[in-house]
């Protein structure tokens, strides 16, 4: 796995995995975190499989309940 940041802002820009890439892009920021809100998936084909995109992120105050941790750890 290949992943690469901008030098600058630090910002992901595109991770390379199995052959296919993840492209990412329009960072928003988000309690002072900078993520990005859009990403292109580019199959090993080279041809675009997917795209997506982020248009609310909220920070949970606590887990749900089903994420607890098992008891004893």
Do not use: H
């Not at 892009?25 to 993520?35: F, K, Q």
């Not at 090993?44 to 609310?56: C, Y």
């Amino acid at each position: 796995m290949n992943v690469f940041f901008d030098a600058a802002t630090d910002d992901l820009l595109k991770i390379e995995w199995k052959g296919e890439q993840l492209l990412f892009y329009a960072p928003l920021e988000v309690d002072g975190t900078r993520v990005p809100s859009k990403c292109i998936l580019i199959g090993k084909t080279g041809k675009e499989r997917m795209r997506t995109e982020l248009r609310k992120i909220e920070r949970l105050t606590a887990l749900p309940a089903e994420f607890s941790k098992p008891a004893g750890k």
